[in-house]
């Protein structure tokens, strides 16, 4: 299978939607309730450029297999070197080696833009996203209990972090 991790283009946009939307109605990945709309997704996407934060894309034969990039973690200016990252993978190639193709490439832009600490905001029962951050050095730092609210039931988050020399 050949995968091509690249910059995220606009082209992309209807492919990074359909995995959002399908993360925000059956996972407890966005704690978002409501599907989004390419409207939505365009200026969310043109933000992120104009605030200098990178979207990267997986692409499989045309088609967008992926999406990761990171952006404000708080905004405040001392936490600028600090972001909040995000790698989602249509379900279609959950288990293909696309996330970890996405999670270095992030990784690697990440220190080349001189970021010192990325964050994961991660719900606490997804063991399989736990494990994966842990195979790129992410540590647990931190556990909020009852912090969000999906699908009838408080869920719990736990925080992981990646520090960079």
Avoid: C
Wanted: proline share 2%.
């Amino acid at each position: 299978m050949q995968i091509t991790i690249r910059p995220a283009e606009t082209k992309d946009l209807p492919g990074i939607l359909e995995i959002m939307n399908h993360n925000i109605l059956h996972s407890t990945a966005v704690y978002d309730y409501v599907p989004k709309s390419l409207d939505e997704i365009q200026g969310w996407f043109n933000e992120r450029q104009q605030d200098g934060f990178k979207l990267i894309a997986a692409e499989y034969n045309g088609s967008v297999a992926g999406y990761a990039g990171y952006g404000i973690f708080k905004p405040k200016a001392g936490y600028r070197f600090t972001v909040e990252h995000s790698v989602y993978v249509s379900e279609e190639f959950h288990g293909k080696g696309i996330g970890k193709l996405l999670m270095a490439e992030l990784i690697a832009i990440a220190k080349k833009e001189g970021i010192h600490s990325m964050i994961g905001v991660i719900d606490a029962d997804n063991a399989a996203s736990i494990a994966f951050h842990k195979q790129f050095g992410f540590t647990e730092t931190g556990f909020l209990k009852q912090a969000g609210f999906k699908f009838g039931r408080w869920l719990d988050v736990t925080f992981m972090q990646l520090l960079f020399d």
